[in-house]
């Protein structure tokens, strides 16, 4: 267990050092805007700070490619007939490589759309959020072990305030409420608040180290350290993840006990902060 979390923290820290002394390339947007005139088109035009080549990811599905050579020009006229948005403003980031392959990701931009976009299948959106809803509201399963003995526990957390990155798909930071009921112990119900850090560390689709603190309100309080990674995504909204912690009871080595656990990760119900 030991070995699993130092594993993943090391690979955290050796991303941060091998990103050090990277000079980040930015991005000054010129031109975001769609064509009042049918076939609509996107008109987007920026300059970076060196010479890169560039693409632009629209609505967090849509990608294009802007600039194939490297520039420090750079010019899109996107055509968006066919193409369905679920919201009149539509939500964009610019993706830079630099010459030694470095990738680097702006801002998040916007623009609005000049009519109204039209959105298909209303009953599958019904169907989707019903679906999403009630898988986020299952709990997941956790590997609890104290002093050589094993139990079994149901978990649930609640991301409740997260702060905005430059990615998209996952927040820099978050903070979250989790309820666990242990199975077989004595002391069946812990109630948990935590701060998570995640990086964006492919093959990963995140990895997160995070500290909480604990309490069952009779007299175990404690913290707990933790390293998680998410692995894969499920219809873009939930994140598989496995994650692992180790919980210290200060003054009682005996109350020290670890947690292996598996579960979906999302911000959907969260409260954003730029």
Same mark, same amino acid.
């Given at each position: 267990?030991?070995?699993i /979390? ?7 820290? %050796?991303?941060?050092?091998?990103q050090t ?7 000054y947007?010129i ?9 609509h088109?996107f ?5 970076t700070?060196?010479?890169s080549?560039s693409k632009?990811i ?20 996107i055509?968006?007939t ?12 610019i993706?830079?490589e ?11 931009f916007? /623009?609005?759309l ?7 299948g209303?009953?599958?959106i019904?169907?989707?959020?019903l679906f999403?809803?009630?898988? /986020? ?5 956790t ?7 094993s139990f079994?526990?149901l ?5 409740i ?14 903070i ?6 242990? /199975?077989?112990?004595d !002391?069946? %119900? ?5 701060y998570?850090?995640l ?5 990963? !689709? ?9 309490? %069952?309100?009779?007299?175990n309080?404690?913290i ?11 219809v873009?909204t939930?994140?598989?993840?496995t ?7 200060p003054?009682?080595?005996?109350g %020290? ?6 579960g979906l990760?999302?911000s ?7």
């Amino acid at each position: 267990m030991k070995f699993i /979390f130092i594993l993943i923290i090391g690979l955290t820290v %050796n991303s941060i050092i091998a990103q050090t002394g990277v000079d980040s390339i930015e991005v000054y947007l010129i031109d975001a805007y769609v064509k009042p005139e049918p076939p609509h088109k996107f008109i987007l035009s920026f300059f970076t700070s060196d010479i890169s080549k560039s693409k632009v990811i629209l609505d967090d599905r849509y990608e294009y490619v802007v600039s194939e050579k490297f520039s420090e020009r750079h010019i899109a006229d996107i055509e968006l007939t066919g193409i369905n948005f679920t919201d009149k403003i539509v939500y964009f980031i610019i993706v830079t490589e630099d010459k030694s392959g470095y990738q680097f990701t702006s801002e998040v931009f916007d /623009f609005d759309l000049p009519y109204e976009p039209e959105i298909e299948g209303g009953s599958s959106i019904v169907q989707l959020c019903l679906f999403g809803s009630a898988i /986020f509201l299952l709990p997941y399963p956790t590997l609890i072990i104290q002093e050589g003995k094993s139990f079994f526990s149901l978990t649930k957390e609640i991301p409740i305030l997260s702060i905005r990155s430059k990615s998209l798909h996952y927040p820099s930071d978050y903070i979250s409420l989790e309820y666990s009921f242990i /199975f077989d112990a004595d !002391e069946k %119900n812990i109630l948990r608040a935590g701060y998570k850090h995640l990086f964006d560390l492919p093959p990963f !689709e995140y990895l997160s180290p995070g500290v909480s603190i604990y309490t %069952n309100f009779f007299g175990n309080t404690g913290i707990g350290i933790e390293a998680a990674a998410g692995l894969f995504t499920i219809v873009d909204t939930f994140t598989f993840y496995t994650r692992f912690r180790y919980n210290i009871k200060p003054g009682d080595a005996t109350g %020290n006990f670890y947690e292996l656990s598996v579960g979906l990760y999302s911000s959907f119900f969260s409260f954003y902060l730029n």
